[in-house]
């Protein structure tokens, strides 16, 4: 069986696009959660907090003839993207053109400003904003397909719009690829533009936070006094390749991937079941060949709402027991939906590499819902380690489990 290796990163989050940055942050005490003044004349609207990328500019990072088929969505996708190829030295190398290489990613939604132009035709009969790019902007496939036009890639595409798991998958997806022979390079993760309409999804199911008067601490997971989830933005993208076509051209690993599990609870729409959350863990162990006590680190989906915070630590203990340390990164950016898997994967393998792995933020008080674990709580800590596991779940019941290897 091919070995598969993750041979660069990028990504962007409210906190920075660097993890050197990102880290002094976390240490300081950041977390990237604000007011949204923006979202005020949202009058049917909870919340009013969220995980912003204020300081990137998606408008001016391309030229207008580029990004014209581009929403914020899929400018992050192909941004990450960049620091990911970059890191790899694969920018130009002409691989990327040669059918072995491709792409799997996704976000929850495409851009959703072209949604307002064709609910606007819907109404009025009149076309209004609609061009013909209104529509590559909105799709599904708006992220993976503008990386792969950006660098010319050949090979196969995959589209991973599952909500909460669209980076996770479209990492695990990546990886069956290339072990499978069926490609030598992915580029795989998950993207997610800032819009109130996703706030309002949560708002409606009374899971978002309404801490508007503390916006820095308003995301709380596994918090006794958590009151919700706290919508954020992001993007990741990780290089996946066949290890012997690394080694070849000379790239250096930064860690390899050996194991990926994905299953359905089958039962609930919006209510998640510890039991086939445990199950799919132990799918990704089986398939990494590794016993549970083999993992030093859990980097949990921790969304800070209610039902799933308790239903996942449940799940954790039952894999792995109480000692295995845990957190959660949706303190610090909030709830990135279709990006968290992808940041959470990326960061997990920089915090491994570094030894050095934050506290969950604002985890003051552990529900006492939520199973016996080892939260890191208060400061980070440091942990010599050689494997993680970064687990996701979504909407539909839709579970991932993704484990990655030190080198």
């Known amino acids: 069986m091919r070995r598969v290796v993750v041979t660069g990163m990028g990504g962007l989050t409210a ?3 660097a993890w050197s940055d990102i880290r002094k942050r976390m240490e300081a005490g950041e977390t990237g959660t604000r007011y949204m003044t923006e979202w005020e ?3 049917d609207l909870n919340t009013r907090v969220a995980g912003a990328i204020d300081w990137f500019d998606h408008t001016s990072v391309y030229p207008r003839k580029k990004t014209r088929s581009m929403g914020r ?3 992050l996708s192909l941004q990450a993207a960049e620091k ?9 190398d002409p691989v990327l053109q ?3 290489a491709g792409v799997s990613c996704g976000s929850s939604f495409g851009a959703t400003e072209p949604v307002i132009d064709f609910a606007h035709f819907m109404e009025t009969g009149k076309a209004g904003n609609l061009n013909a790019t209104s529509y590559i902007r909105m799709m599904s496939h708006t992220a993976p397909v503008n990386i792969a036009i ?9 589209t991973t719009s599952s909500a909460c798991t669209s980076g996770s998958a479209g990492i695990g ?8 022979g069926r490609a030598d390079i992915m580029v795989a993760g998950g993207a997610e533009q800032l819009c109130p309409t996703m706030a309002v999804v949560f708002d409606t199911l009374f899971a978002t936070s309404t801490r508007n008067d503390e916006p820095k601490t308003a995301s709380r997971p596994f918090d006794k006094s958590r009151d919700g989830l706290v919508i954020g933005e992001g993007a990741a993208m990780l290089v996946l390749e066949e290890y012997e076509h690394a080694k070849a051209r000379g790239a250096a690993p930064l860690a390899e991937i050996v194991g990926f599990g994905a299953n359905s609870d089958g039962a609930h729409i919006t209510e998640p079941r510890a039991e086939t959350q445990a199950i799919v863990m132990r799918l990704a162990l089986k398939d990494a060949g590794i016993a549970p006590d083999n993992i030093g680190f859990i980097s949990g989906h921790g969304t800070a709402t209610d039902k799933g915070d308790v239903s996942e630590t449940i799940a954790s203990h039952d894999v792995f027991g109480s000692k295995v340390p845990i957190n959660s990164l949706k303190g610090h950016f909030g709830h990135t939906l279709g990006a968290c898997g992808a940041i959470e994967a990326w960061l997990s393998i920089a915090m491994m590499r570094d030894k050095w792995f934050p506290a969950t933020a604002n985890l003051a008080d552990v529900d006492p819902r939520c199973a ?6 208060g400061e980070g800590r440091t942990l010599d380690i050689e494997h993680v596991v970064s687990n996701n779940f979504a909407f539909g019941g839709l579970n991932t489990s993704l484990i990655f290897r030190a080198i």
């Open 15 to 17: 906190l920075g696009g």
């Open 41 to 43: 004349r949202l009058v």
């Open 73 to 75: 969505v899929a400018v």
């Open 84 to 92: 990911a190829l970059g890191q790899a030295g694969l920018i130009d």
């Open 98 to 100: 040669s059918g072995r």
């Open 150 to 158: 950006a660098f010319g890639m050949t090979g196969r595409v995959i």
């Open 173 to 180: 997806y990546a990886y069956e690829t290339v072990k499978d």
């Open 372 to 377: 016996e674990l080892d939260y890191i709580m």
